[in-house]
Each structure stands twice: as C-alpha cells, then as structure tokens.
C-alpha cells in the first residue's frame, strides 16, 4: 500500500508496543520482562492478514498474523519487541517505513510465535 491510501481518521484501534527489559530481582539475578516503549505509537489501523493452525509435536497450535499500520515515530520499533491488541500479544516480524516517507509505519505481527 501507498503512504496516501492511510489517514489518521483510521488509527482506531488502540495498541501498545512493548520491549523486553532485564531487571534485577533482588537475589543477584536478573529476570525478563516486558516494558512498555516511551514515545510509541499508541493507536494504529490492524486488519488480520492470515491464520492456520498446525499440529507441532502432537498439540496444536495457532497462528494468526495481522497487519498494523501506525504514525511514524522517532522511537524505533524493532523485530525483537511485541504488540499487544485488546490483551492478546503479538510477536513484531517486520516493520515498513512506507515510502520512507516518515509517515506511516505498516508492521506486520503474529500470535503463537514464540518470543
């Protein structure tokens, strides 16, 4: 898609990027959480791109990739950080600077996927 065919009349959905952070646990350690990313887009247009299901050492899993399009922003958003949409947390796999315009932002995420 083109920078053009997005408006901000279509940034509905309400998103919230997050990163992975170490902090110290109090014994010597360190544990791994989720932080929320400052600065980042926090409505965005999503439309769901595909889904499948397989069987992967006798369970099944799911998989649904969506399809998010958000403003720019100076803050980058990387392949290694996840998405979360009404509560649900989707894996970024790739993130599109449409144009290199600086406009939109198209990131392309799945769910089951492990991190």
């Known amino acids: ?29 360190w544990t791994e959480t989720w932080a929320t990313i400052s600065g980042a ?11 499948r299901e397989a069987v992967l050492h006798g ?6 990739a969506v399809k998010i399009v958000v403003r720019y922003c100076s803050t980058a958003i990387r392949e290694a950080d996840r998405v ?3 509560s649900i947390n989707y894996n970024v796999l790739s993130v599109n600077n449409l144009e290199f315009r600086n406009q939109w ?5 799945e769910r089951g996927v492990p991190a």
């Open 1 to 29: 898609m083109k920078c053009c065919d997005y408006n901000a009349g279509m940034m509905r959905e309400p998103v919230t990027f997050q990163r992975r952070t170490r902090t110290a646990d109090g014994a010597g350690s």
């Open 41 to 51: 887009p926090s409505r965005g247009h999503v439309t769901q791109t595909s889904g």
């Open 59 to 64: 369970r099944k899993e799911a998989h649904a």
């Open 84 to 86: 979360q949409i009404r």
């Open 105 to 109: 932002l198209e990131i392309i995420a």
